[in-house]
């Protein structure tokens, strides 16, 4: 809660870039804070939502490269993990990225969706999607709350 009262947005950015990504915690907590702390909505929407977009991305490209073992190293992703969701991707591609926000299958299925070759404009598109949602509501729970 620190990086946010001291970074405030950027912060926040930070922290949810990083959940989409290496670190294996949940920027909602952070952006419930920050919605405590009193920062502006529209800013920590767009923060959250950009820094986890872009995490995705970043795993989607790791997939893209097809190097499953930099997934296994880096991210502690299993090549089994990512060839679990073949089947799905085949049979649903790019609506599958707007369930990259979900924990512990959400980064195994965005370096699917790279490894497969998903076509990138409709993932990176389901993605955001997503991904804005799922802080939607918690901006919306942390207000009610």
Request: charged fraction near 15%; aromatic fraction near 20%.
């Given at each position: 809660m620190d990086l946010i009262q001291e970074y405030g947005v950027f912060g926040l950015f930070l922290i949810s870039f990083a959940a989409a990504t290496i670190l294996p915690f949940s920027s909602e907590v952070f952006l419930f804070s920050a919605v405590k702390l009193g920062l502006p909505k529209t800013s920590i929407f767009l923060a959250a939502s950009f820094g986890n977009f872009l995490g995705g991305v970043s795993c989607y490209y790791l997939g893209h490269l097809g190097e499953l073992s930099w997934c296994e190293k880096f991210f502690k992703i299993s090549k089994e993990k990512v060839l679990n969701f073949q089947h799905h991707i085949q049979r649903f591609g790019a609506l599958l990225a707007s369930l990259t926000w979900m924990p512990i299958i959400g980064d195994p299925m965005a370096v699917?969706?790279?490894?497969?070759?998903?076509?990138?404009?409709?993932?990176?598109?389901?993605?955001?999607?997503?991904?804005?949602?799922?802080?939607?509501?918690?901006?919306?729970?942390?207000?009610?709350?």
């Open positions: 699917a969706l790279g490894y497969f070759r998903c076509r990138v404009a409709p993932t990176f598109i389901m993605m955001f999607i997503g991904k804005a949602l799922r802080y939607v509501f918690v901006i919306w729970l942390a207000n009610e709350l």
